[in-house]
């Protein structure tokens, strides 16, 4: 871990037909959204390889299209994280991460295992999914995050074992969901999914000075002040974050990120 952690801010996907002529220059080929959008913001979540698999050769084009430093997130299979029994899910765990994924090498940035809202707290099957992840995959390092969406993950336990696995646990900030900031794993994760239409960059700009400060502290190993928590905090070390502009008024996104990014000072060259 580097004594300086990175933070990368980005977008759900890069194919959406709003954002043509508003983030996409009009008449901008659909082949090149993925080369202009990678040029614009530091990351992106793929939600695709939550309904299907792709092709090795899918995620070499994705390598090589995108800049230096740019990362994918990649949302697990539905067959791993929809199932009734979690601890079962080792196959599905297993033709996901062998797939293909590690053609991204070094673009290949966390992965998230979302759980349905609906999805209540038992701790010996989470317990024994968590240690269905894997650490390393064709000798490339893996990074898990986990988002949960019923409050009865709001338990100390949870975040105990989240810690032991060295999963994040994913910070949602959502108008329809509670949210968790316990800092977990070696890395932090976090979807805002509360932008605004009828502001031009999805949050008013006094949100995305908070946001600034939120993603630094993070950033720093720190347990940032005013969110929620349920558990001690973690030690403070570096933990590399990921920021997404998640659902919302999804039209706002892209600018949603951009305007994060200048504030962090790291906006794409």
Known sequence: MTSEANIRVGIGGWTYEPWRGTFYPEKWPHKRELDYA???????EVNGTFYSSFKPATFAS?????????????????????RKVLAEAGESVQRFVGQGITELGDKLGPILWQMAATRKFDADDLRAFLALLPAKQ????LRHAIQVRHESFAVPEFVALCRAAGVAIVHGDSADYPALADVSGDIVYARLED???????????????????????????????????????????????FVF???GA??????AAMALLERLGRTPA
Do not use: Q
């Not at 990678?38 to 992106?44: F, P």
């Not at 430093?69 to 791993?80: I, T």
């Not at 940032?224 to 403070?236: E, K, N, R, S, W």
């Open 38 to 44: 990678s040029r614009h913001v530091t990351a992106i």
């Open 62 to 82: 994705w390598r090589d299209g995108t800049p230096e430093g740019f990362v994918f997130a990649l949302k697990a299979s539905r067959y791993c994280v929809t």
């Open 138 to 141: 064709d000798g490339v390092a």
């Open 195 to 241: 932008a605004r239409e009828e502001e031009p960059a999805g949050y008013a700009p006094a949100a995305l000075d908070r946001w600034e400060t939120v993603a630094r502290d993070w950033a720093a190993g720190k347990s940032p002040d005013g969110l929620p928590y349920v558990a001690a905090p973690a030690p403070v070390r570096p933990r590399d974050t």
């Open 245 to 247: 502009m998640i659902n």
């Open 250 to 255: 999804k039209v706002r996104a892209p600018h």
